[in-house]
């Protein structure tokens, strides 16, 4: 398995397989230092930066192609971690682990907050343009 450093950058100190091999992407020689394996293949760092990334939510090596940039935790995350953790806000259509449910749709609780008050009659949240002004 690979270790990776705070930025999800291959960690060139470790994953290493041996010397004189050449990446199984773009085919170029490999020194020792700078070969890397994953799911069977040796990859050139470069390669394996470009190809692969760290799930910081699931700690998994995933194809680069499964990123997902995820703003509210400021990391990415793969697409299963983020269908499975994460909830679209229907205003502003970021990512939260935590969201408010209104309605059978999810918030953020800043876009919430914009847009719903709190009903003290009825004990609920309303959508703002359907709460009547007190002055009515």
Do not use: W
């Not at 994953?15 to 994953?38: H, K, Q, S, Y």
């Not at 269908?83 to 919430?112: A, K, L, P």
């Amino acid at each position: 398995q690979t270790k990776h450093s705070q930025d999800g950058m291959l960690d060139s100190t470790e994953g290493i397989l041996g010397n004189g091999r050449c990446c199984d992407n773009c085919g170029c020689g490999v020194d020792f230092d700078d070969v890397v394996g994953e799911n069977g293949n040796e990859y050139c760092s470069d390669c394996f930066n470009e190809l692969f990334f760290y799930c910081e939510h699931c700690q998994e090596t995933c194809p680069s192609a499964d990123e997902n940039y995820v703003k509210s935790v400021e990391y990415s995350v793969c697409d299963d971690c983020l269908s499975q953790n994460f909830q679209c806000c229907e205003n502003c259509n970021e990512h939260f682990e935590d969201t408010v449910e209104e309605n059978g749709e999810h918030y953020c609780q800043d876009c919430h907050d914009e847009l719903f008050a709190y009903c003290e009659h009825c004990g609920c949240f309303e959508l703002i343009e359907n709460v009547p002004s007190a002055a009515t």
